[in-house]
């Protein structure tokens, strides 16, 4: 069992999926000889052949209204968007079709497509190449958003995502691509969706995140328990459906709970999941629910990214302001 | 400089306003029984389009998109494709659907707030009907590219608008389309009107056909009223994409002879003389004429094929009346493959009759 990289984890469960499944296709810009300009679809065009790993116009909502006419055909495409911050010409076709068609036409059309995108910031990219538009989808009925926060997290659920029969949001955090590696068995097994992953066991406080923020809620505890403080540690890992269920076990736990979300703060799934807990766990808090986030403004150029995205010295700091409440 | 590149865009008419043959005729126009078909096909779908907007008138169904005066258009597509291709219309392929085996209340069970009416029993592959203008070309190319991808000599046929045609998706699906050579053809219904913009505020262009060309796909432009030449049109575009010769845009001259929708009122924007000199070219009354001409129809089959309609819309109106309305939970239970733990706590809300919270 080989030591890989998230982006190579990506890498190992398209050619897995494709390997397994004439169905499925994958398709995007750059995604043939050249492999994604971060190297996700790598020599799969030479292994699986032009048709199943093709290039295509530079256009997203194209791309994305394709995927559902693949879907719908009972194909299995999975697009790749180059960047996040690109994916808004395919909201109107996520939104409009890709999250309706199984309803309105009750069922006899479906859409079990994958759209992939590097998420987030902290890679000194420039303009538009560092966003975090996932509730924008979290609040789209019909869709499911998936963002893994290790190798073996992104090999199991990306597989999870392709043999969903809905579609799927799979949000890669850009900043993890090359960031650690894990070793990552190539067995095919998906890994649950529509769960949060409990990482690390706490008494003290939850500190609930996704994607990159996992790695700066992981750091945060390890520094919170050389003072003694027993942090939990929630990836959430499918954003829509939100397995709320999880969160409220640990929280009746701990008393305490931080959400940290690289999205600015207003209205993100971050609100969602703190509206949540007010709603069904108010009786077990201990303290105030508090989200650490990006700020309410446009994601900075790359002088100022860190300043902007939450670390872990700022979740440890607000984990200690909620100790001093009881 | 060197011409680098040049172009024709052809036009196709055979029969003019009156039903009398402008050119040598192509030998559908010697078909008795063809034509016949086509003409009650066309009548029967406007007598359901008439009915569709008094039930609208009468708080029977929601709002309702006339095709008055463009029935050829559908009942032309219909003719052409073959029950394996898939159609993708916007929302006013009446006529096509139709044609295609849509019925009639399901329809009305669309028109009439229910989704059950595009879980239609015919086509099952067909894409229902589709509001967001123009998005319906981008599925059509992937309906068409998996097509393509199995190697199926099937055709995906997407209906859009004048309107349609200034939107991104229109030249995106396009453009893949040369690009893939895909088994494509894109049908403009070019009405003259969206809502209330006319066709010359639309674009610059002097035909819609010629937007193919920037895409390196055929296109060719059509009267819409005429049966012959609009079924020549698509039955070659259709067979081509079939063969693998690519896609191809159809322009199709036509007039919206209603409002956009029964929620619309054209007098406010359009010139009444306007649409009565268009009404003198509309389609259903220019095949009669040529029918009748051949010696083809008279008087008394025509009232027995306007009674025959009449009954048949009927019987699909009590139908669609008869229909019992969808329980609260049909909204949860359609909108993932399993309802997701997340939504029981709201569906079973819905399903005591109240909100959640």
């Not at chain 1, 890669?172 to 190539?186: N, S």
């Not at chain 1, 929630?234 to 709970?257: E, F, H, M, Q, Y």
């Not at chain 2, 733990?341 to 909100?355: E, F, S, T, V």
Request: glycine content about 8%; aromatic content about 6%; hydrophobic content about 45%.
């Amino acid at each position: 069992m080989a030591e890989i990289t998230l982006v190579e984890a990506v890498n190992l469960a398209l050619a897995r999926a494709l390997a397994d499944d004439e169905r499925v296709l994958v398709f995007g810009e750059d995604v043939g000889h050249n492999g994604g300009v971060f190297r996700a679809t790598l020599g799969l065009q030479a292994r699986f052949g032009e048709r199943r790993v093709r290039d295509t116009p530079l256009n997203e909502a194209l791309i994305a209204g394709i995927a559902i006419g693949l879907a719908a055909q009972g194909l299995r495409p999975v697009a790749e968007i180059q960047f996040s911050g690109f994916i808004y010409p395919t909201v109107d076709q996520l939104v409009n079709h890709a999250g309706r068609l199984r309803n309105r036409t009750r069922g006899r059309l479906s859409c079990p497509m994958v759209i992939r995108a590097p998420n987030g910031g902290g890679i000194h990219a420039p303009e538009h190449h560092s966003e975090s538009p996932e509730a924008i989808f979290a609040h789209t009925p019909g869709l499911r958003v998936v963002v893994p926060s290790s190798p073996a997290r992104a090999y199991g659920l990306l597989l999870a995502a392709i043999r969903d029969p809905d579609p799927v949001v799979f949000l890669e955090p850009a900043r993890l691509y090359r960031a650690v590696k894990e070793e990552v068995a190539d067995d095919g097994e998906a890994a649950p969706l529509d769960v949060c992953y409990v990482l690390r066991e706490g008494r003290d406080v939850t500190l609930v995140g996704w994607g990159a923020m996992v790695r700066e809620c992981l750091a945060a505890a390890e520094a919170l328990a050389a003072q003694g403080v027993s942090a939990e540690v929630i990836d959430v890992a499918t954003l829509k459906p939100l397995d709320i269920a999880s969160i409220l076990d640990s929280v009746a736990k701990t008393g305490r709970c931080v959400i940290v979300q690289e999205a600015p703060l207003a209205v993100g799934v971050g609100a969602e999941i703190a509206a949540q807990l007010a709603e069904h766990g108010l009786l077990n808090l201990l303290a105030p629910v508090r989200r650490v986030a990006g700020y309410d403004t446009v994601m900075p150029l790359f002088r100022l990214e860190h300043a902007f995205l939450p670390d872990a010295a700022r979740i440890a700091a607000t984990v200690r302001e909620l100790l001093e409440y009881a | 400089m060197t011409v680098v590149a040049r172009f024709e865009i052809h036009g196709v008419r055979y029969l003019d306003a009156a039903g009398h043959p402008c050119a040598e005729l192509p030998p559908l126009g010697r078909d008795r029984e063809h034509l016949v078909a086509l003409y009650r096909a066309m009548v029967q779908a406007r007598s359901f389009d008439a009915k569709a907007v008094v039930l609208q008138r009468t708080g029977r169904i929601g709002t309702y998109a006339s095709a008055l005066g463009q029935e050829a258009i559908g009942v032309c597509i219909a003719d052409v494709l073959r029950a394996e291709d898939v159609l993708l219309p916007s929302y006013r392929e009446t006529a096509a659907m139709l044609g295609r085996g849509v019925h009639m209340d399901e329809l009305l069970l669309y028109w009439g707030g229910d989704e059950r009416g595009m879980d239609f029993a015919g086509p099952r592959e067909d894409f229902p009907i589709c509001v967001p203008i123009a998005t319906q070309l981008t599925h059509a190319a992937g309906v068409a590219a998996a097509f393509q991808y199995r190697g199926e000599a099937r055709v995906a046929l997407a209906v859009c608008g004048d309107g349609a045609t200034s939107q991104g998706d229109f030249y995106a699906a396009l453009n893949l389309a040369g690009a893939w050579r895909l088994p494509l053809v894109v049908v403009v219904n070019n009405n003259q009107w969206a809502i209330s913009v006319p066709r010359s505020a639309q674009s610059g262009t002097e035909t819609l056909a010629q937007k193919a060309l920037a895409a390196g796909i055929t296109g060719v432009q059509c009267d819409g009223n005429d049966v012959l030449a609009l079924h020549e049109t698509l039955a070659a575009a259709v067979a081509r994409a079939r063969e693998g010769g690519g896609a191809t845009l159809v322009e199709a001259l036509s007039y919206r002879l209603g409002d956009h929708t029964t929620a619309d009122d054209a007098s406010r924007y359009r010139d009444p003389d306007e649409v009565e000199a268009r009404r003198q070219e509309e389609p259903v009354v220019r095949l009669r004429r040529y029918l009748h001409a051949q010696g083809w129809w008279d008087a008394g089959v025509e009232e027995a094929l306007k009674a025959d309609c009449a009954a048949t819309v009927d019987a699909a109106v009590a139908r669609y009346e008869a229909t019992p309305p969808p329980a609260p939970t049909a909204m949860f239970d359609h909108l993932y493959a399993r309802l997701p733990a997340a939504l029981a706590a709201q569906r079973a809300a819905a399903a005591a009759g109240g909100g959640h919270g």
